[in-house]
């Protein structure tokens, strides 16, 4: 079994190694959304990253998530391109409604004819703070080498011998949020049906009133050992 210590490493803190990140221009708090965005094409190199045609973000790594951006609600359009270059390999027009937290994932493969190809993930974020003595857990498959998943929540070291936490969790989707006790936990990740285990957080320990989401990524590159990135969604 595996154990992947970058995952405690990211539990707590986001990443922004080599990234610039610009304002996103005039308007009303009213009018804007919260836009997270997360780097998780495995085989990517590190890509610049543009909201309606003006550059938000420069020079982002694999497995590296920014700050939320605050950005024009509506139709909102995303590219992301190879860091220099003016080449789009994911450009999408996304809604966007203001007041709302989002967090776009660019996952899948970059290299041409490769599958499931590079694409972007739109997740809508709930950052209502948990009830007293809670937490808010969220998990997302990004894994592009990987089937569904069946995914274990539990005390450190509690294995994969009971019943999945989360069961068929499909590449390109993320769960709801679950809400549990504050506390440590160790989150796995196991091709459906099966108890062999893909991916192992090591042991996490979340304070009250925080709100994460975690996510299952490729090794850089792609394949397998899996690793996973954990975002402070709240707190």
């Known amino acids: 079994m595996s154990r992947f210590p970058r995952f405690l490493l990211l539990a707590m803190t986001t990443m922004f190694v080599g990234v610039t990140i610009f304002t996103t221009g005039c308007g009303t708090s009213s009018s804007k959304a919260q836009l997270r965005v997360v780097h998780a094409s495995p085989d990517a190199p590190n890509v610049d990253v543009a909201v309606d045609s003006k550059t938000v973000l420069t020079n982002v790594p694999y497995e590296t998530s920014s700050s939320y951006l605050s950005v024009t609600a509506g139709s909102t359009k995303i590219e992301v391109r190879p860091t220099g270059t003016t080449t789009d390999v994911i450009s999408a027009t996304v809604p966007l409604t203001a007041k709302q937290n989002y967090t ?132």
């Open 104 to 235: 776009v994932l660019a996952i899948g493969f970059a290299t041409p004819g490769k599958t499931p190809a590079i694409q972007p993930l739109l997740l809508k974020d709930d950052n209502t703070t948990p009830a007293s003595g809670q937490i808010a857990l969220r998990a997302g498959h990004a894994s592009a080498s990987t089937g569904p998943v069946d995914i274990y929540v539990g005390a450190p070291g509690s294995g994969v011998g009971g019943t999945p936490t989360l069961t068929n969790v499909a590449f390109g989707t993320a769960s709801d949020y679950l809400t549990v006790p504050a506390g440590s936990y160790e989150i796995y990740a196991t091709p459906t049906g099966s108890k062999t285990v893909a991916l192992d957080s090591g042991s996490l320990t979340i304070a009250a009133g925080a709100i994460r989401t975690a996510v299952a990524l490729d090794a850089p590159g792609g394949g397998s050992q899996l690793t996973a990135i954990v975002l402070k969604d709240l707190n």
